[in-house]
């Protein structure tokens, strides 16, 4: 059974910082994407960011060139780094596992930006 754990949420400031990391149980030998979904109050969840087996990257708009997604196969741990961070960044981001045509997701964790 696939399980994502994640952490790294918290509290912190207008222009901070902050690393999610998502720790996927088991390793894969197909084709999989990992992503951060985020939902704010009242909002859909939108996709923040995904990356592919393969390291091929994709990023919304709202968050390109302040946040970075990236992998560590040794470790089956997916990342993502906010960095200048925005209120509207405010929401709880679950991570996300598509493989074999399933979805699989994380129970998520709050980032909250705010002075």
């Known amino acids: 059974q696939v399980q994502l754990v994640e952490s790294g949420g918290g509290l912190v400031q207008p222009g901070g910082s902050l690393r999610l990391s998502c720790a996927r149980s088991g390793s894969m030998s197909s084709f999989y994407v990992m992503g951060w979904y985020r939902q704010a109050p009242g909002k859909q969840r939108e996709l923040v960011a995904s990356?592919?087996?393969?390291?091929?990257?994709n990023y919304a708009d709202s968050v390109r060139g302040r946040f970075t997604i990236s992998r560590d196969n040794a470790k089956n741990t997916v990342y993502l780094q906010m960095n200048n961070l925005k209120p509207e960044d405010t929401a709880v981001y679950y991570c996300?596992?598509?493989?074999?045509?399933?979805?699989?997701w994380g129970q998520g964790t709050q980032v909250t930006v705010s002075s």
């Open positions: 990356i592919t087996n393969g390291g091929k990257t």
């Open positions: 996300n596992l598509k493989w074999t045509g399933v979805n699989y």
